[in-house]
Each structure stands twice: as structure tokens, then as C-alpha cells.
């Protein structure tokens, strides 16, 4: 299959398209290595062609013309919590009207299949757990709300002009590429200031609980979205809840170095205790975590250690 990406120079789409193009597909990548974000030129293998473009401008279309795609699989985005509450309008933008840019063209060609990335953000503060496709969805940060606007914008784009889709919500993904300077992705954070040596910050005090899933794992279920029953949420996490603390405690393990804690009041919008219960995956795409976090943390570590040691020499 001819399979765009999205953000595939990205944390995330770059693993995403190392499956396709593993699983023989042909690959293309439209990204614009945005400054805040994981997007790096670096992550898109020689095999797969990158379109350095942003997904809101008109010149989207002449990728369409030139790769004919088949399916369309969206992960570029503004991908931080923090910049959405700090920057509205732009999260938007992306969020939205970029996705309305996508799938605009999506639907005036021969797309079949557009596979949206949506997020745990979208609940917000749980009223049961586990969250599973049927939980209430009610987003406390702007991210979440334009996450949730694009689940509706792709269901509307089926229901008027036929265009497949799978909404796949993630939980916290963590993993090798993962930006460890941004706000979140709190493992990479960890991770890469423990192998330097410099304090890593507690917020809250550290019990908060979430899913924490390995980047392989969601990898293979974009493959499997490919092949299984369209027009379907998942919700893909390990269905495990891990505190802060415990990351902390783990990664001082396998890193082998305790390094300080410096202390600070919970986030805005964090919550308690949040994971997911990924039935409807294993069920419906075939799909579960299969990485236990002690290994995905021992991957994620050996990463970060080599890209420390090849920025020291
Ligand atoms: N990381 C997580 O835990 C997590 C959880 C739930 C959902 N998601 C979703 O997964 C997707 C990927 O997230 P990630 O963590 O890999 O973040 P990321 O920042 O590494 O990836 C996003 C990519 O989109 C690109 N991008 C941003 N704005 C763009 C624009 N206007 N035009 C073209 N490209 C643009 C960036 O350059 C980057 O490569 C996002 O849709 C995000 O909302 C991530």
C-alpha cells in the first residue's frame, strides 16, 4: 500500500513508519521538523520520502497529486498540553485545521483509509476507570479538546463522503526518539537527566498514575489498523497503571545513578489516576502490549545512552 505520514519525522510516526516499510509498504513522510515538538530529520529512513511542509498549507495537495496515497495516516500535531493552555490559537490551527486540510484532500482523492491519532487527553479528569471507548470524554486542557474535535471531524468525514477511518487513543507512549527537553514525556525527561547527572523534578508528590505504553507496541497497532475492521476506536495503553515515583525508582536501577529531586506543585489539569482498558483492542485489532515496562525502560535507556555518548564525542 502507498501510506502517507503524518508527523512521521516524529517521536511516534517515526517508529510508525518504520513498521510500514518493515511490513513492505511504500512510505512518505509530509512534516515540517516543527521546533517544538520530537520532529527530526534524522528519525525518516532514505526509504521513505519526507516532504518538508506543513500540513496546513495549500502545497499539501501537490503531495497528494504526487504520491497518490492510499491511506493517510495523521500524526502530525501540536502534541503538548502546556503550549495548548499557552497557545491556543496555535494548537488549534494544527489540531484542527490542519486535520480539516488533511482530510479535505484525503476526500478529493483517492484516499481509502485515514487512521487519526487521538489521546487519553480527551477524557480529562475519569469518572470510572479503567477509560475504555465508551468513558465520557470530557478534555481539561486545549490539546484534549482539539484531539476530540479531530475524533469528530473524522466520523463526519465517513458519514458525508465515505472516507474510512480508525481512531486509535493513546495512552502515555514513552520510548527511543521521544523529545527528552519538552514538557512531558516524563521517562525521556528522566532518562536523559539521570545519564547527564542533573536533578530531575517532581511535581505533585510523584503518586500520580498513568499508562505508560512502549512505542513498539503502538507501532505495530497502526500496521494492524490497516488489515482489520475499519470505522472503529481502540484505545491502546498497557492497561497498568505506574507512578512517578515508581518510574524514578526504576530508571535509577537501570541507569545506575540516584540523582537529586527537586520538588514542585502538581500541574494544572494532572490527574490522580488514569489508564486504560485495552479489551476492545485485543479483541477487535488483534492488538496488546507486549513490552513489559522493565524491558521498555532498559530499551529506552540504552537509546538515550548512546545519544548521549555520540553528542559528548
Ligand atoms: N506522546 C504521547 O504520549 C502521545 C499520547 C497520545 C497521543 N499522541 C499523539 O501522537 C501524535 C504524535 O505525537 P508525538 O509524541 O510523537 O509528538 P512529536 O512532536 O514527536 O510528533 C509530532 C510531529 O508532527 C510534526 N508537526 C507539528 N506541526 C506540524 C505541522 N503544522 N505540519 C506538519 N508537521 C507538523 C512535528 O514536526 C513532529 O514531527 C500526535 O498526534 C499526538 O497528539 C501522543
Known amino acids: 500500500m502507498r501510506i502517507l505520514v503524518t508527523g512521521g ?22 512534516d515540517n521538523l516543527s521546533l517544538v515538538g520530537g520532529g527530526r530529520r534524522e528519525h525518516v529512513p532514505p526509504q521513505a520520502h519526507l516532504y518538508e511542509l506543513d ?6 495537495g501537490e ?43 484525503c476526500s478529493q482523492s483517492q484516499v481509502q483509509h485515514c487512521i487519526y491519532i487521538s489521546s487519553a487527553a480527551t477524557y480529562g479528569t475519569p469518572q470510572d476507570l479503567p477509560l475504555d471507548e465508551r468513558s465520557p470524554q470530557n478534555p481539561e486542557s486545549a490539546y484534549g479538546i482539539t484531539k476530540l474535535a479531530g475524533e469528530f471531524y473524522t466520523r463526519v468525514w465517513h458519514d458525508s463522503f465515505g472516507l474510512d477511518y480508525t481512531i486509535l487513543r493513546y495512552a502515555n507512549v514513552y520510548g527511543p526518539r521521544q523529545d527528552p527537553m519538552g514538557e512531558a ?27 505508560y505504553v512502549y512505542v513498539g507496541d503502538i507501532a505495530r497497532a497502526n500496521v494492524l489498523a490497516l488489515e482489520r475492521e475499519k470505522n472503529q476506536v481502540y484505545c491502546l495503553g498497557s492497561g497498568q497503571p505506574t507512578s512517578v515515583n515508581e518510574l524514578y525508582e526504576r530508571l535509577t536501577e537501570i541507569v545506575g545513578v540516584r540523582v537529586p529531586i527537586t520538588r514542585a506543585p502538581k500541574r494544572p489539569g494532572d490527574v490522580r489516576l488514569h489508564y486504560f482498558n485495552p479489551a476492545k483492542a485485543r479483541e477487535m485489532l488483534g492488538w496488546q502490549a507486549e513490552m513489559g515496562l522493565e524491558r521498555g ?14 553528542t559528548r564525542t
Not at 519525522?9 to 509530509?30: N, P, Q, R
Not at 503538548?80 to 480539516?100: E, F, H, R
Not at 525527561?189 to 498514575?209: A, N, Y
Request: glycine content about 8%; hydrophobic content about 50%.
Open 9 to 30: 519525522a516524529g517521536f511516534i510516526g517515526s517508529h510508525v513508519v518504520d513498521a510500514y516499510l518493515a511490513a513492505g509498504h511504500e512510505v512518505a513522510v509530509v
Open 55 to 60: 500540513i496546513r498549507g495549500e502545497a499539501l
Open 63 to 105: 503531495v497528494f497529486a504526487a504520491f497518490r496515497p492510499q491511506v493517510v495516516n495523521h500524526h502530525a500535531a501540536q502534541a503538548s498540553v502546556k503550549i495548548s493552555m499557552d497557545d491556543p490559537t496555535l494548537d488549534a490551527q494544527v489540531n484542527v485545521l490542519g486535520l480539516i486540510n488533511v482530510l479535505r484532500h
Open 185 to 211: 514525556g516524563v521517562v525521556a525527561i528522566f532518562t536523559h537527566r539521570m545519564l547527564v547527572g542533573e536533578p530531575v523534578r517532581i511535581d505533585w508528590d510523584g503518586e500520580q498514575r498513568k499508562d
Open 297 to 310: 525502560l532498559e530499551e529506552t535507556v540504552a537509546y538515550f545512552g548512546q545519544v548521549v555518548q555520540t
